[in-house]
C-alpha cells in the first residue's frame, strides 16, 4: 500500500473510508440536518470559536475566494502579507477581484516580520483588510499570527486568514487571537477528502460582509448562514464527503484538540531531527518550522525528482516535490492528519536507503 506523505490530501482512517460508501440522503430532509448540525458544533469547538462557522463545497483556493468575494469592495486597499505560493495566492485573487493589493513579500523560508507589518499599516491608513496565511505549506513556515493579529487589531483592521493547512493540527484559537473570518478544508489535518471548505466569521468580518461590493453568488455568506438556519447548505452538498467529515470530527474530539496538537508537533519534531541527522538540512527557519508539513533543502548533490521517484517507485512513499520557484530545490513530507510517529520513522528509514542513490553526498 502506498504511504502518502504529501501535505494533503492526507490518508484517510478505515471508518472515514467505510462511511464514504453509504447511500445517499435527502440533503432537505431531517437526518442531513442532524449531520450539518453537529458538523458545525464540532467544528466551532475545533476551531474554538463562538461565532459563525459555514461549511462550503469547495476546496481550499475556493474558499480563499469566498473569503475575498464576501468581504472586500473593488478599489479597497489591501495589505497581503505573503512568505510563499500560498501567500501570493490570496493576494493574486483579492487582485483578480479588483481589489488594490499591497503585497508586502517575505523571503521564502524565512517568517514574516511583524514588525514590518505593523510599519505597513503606519505609513497607510486607508488599508482596510490585511490577508495572511499562517501556515504556508509551500515552505514549511508557520507564521506568527497571534503577534500578526495582535498588530492588526492595534489598527482596528480586518484579519483574513488562510489556515488550510493548519487549523484543526496547530495551535490556533480563533477567537482568542481576534480572527475575523478563516478558511480551511477538509483535505489537511481534518482527515477527510478534499471537497469542502470550513470558515469562521465573527462579528467584524459579518460588518465587512454587509459592506462589501465585490460580486457573489454561489459563495454568498448570507445564503450559507440563512440556510444553515434551517440546517441545510444552499447547494446540494457533496454527501459521501459530508459523511466523511462527520466521522472525522468525532475521531478528532475524541483524540481532543489538545493531543492532536501535541501529536503533531511530535511528529514535526521527529521529521525535522530524523532529516537532520541524515545529513539534509531544513529549508524553513527552524524557530518557525512548520508542525504539518517539513520542507527540506536540496543540497550535496541531492536530485530532489530521482528522490522522490525512487522513493515512489520502489519504497511506494509519496512526498511532496517544491512549488514554483522552489519546484527541484526542496521536497517537502507530509505529516498532518493521521499519522504516528512510525509513519514518519518508516519515511525517514526509506530517505536514508534512497538519498545516496539520488546523488546525495551528506552523511545520509
Ligand atoms: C496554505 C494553503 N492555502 C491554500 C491551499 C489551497 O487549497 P486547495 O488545493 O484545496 O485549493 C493550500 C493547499 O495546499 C494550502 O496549503
Redesign the pocket.
Known sequence: MQELRI??PTPLPGEVLQVMSRQMINHRGPEFGQMLKKITANLKQLFQTKNDVLLLTG????G?EAVIVNTLSPGERILSVSNGA?GN?FASIARQFGTDVNLLSFEWGKPVDVDVVRQSLQVDPKIKAVLV?H???STGITNDLAAISAVVKEFDKLLLV?A??SLGSIYLPVDDWNIDVVVT?S?KGWMAP?GLAMISINQKGWQAHGEAKIPRYYWDFTHAKNYLKKDQTPWTPPLNIVYALSVSLELMLKEGLSNIITRHAQLAKTAREGVKSLGLSLFAEESHASNTVTAVAASDGLDVKKLLRILRDEHQIILGGGQQKLDGKIFRIGHLGWVTEDDIKSVLSALKVVLPQAGFRGVS
Open positions: 501535505p494533503g476546496v481550499g483556493t475556493g480563499l500560498f495566492r496565511t501556515n504556508e505549506t488562510d488550510v493547512s478544508a483535505q478534499p
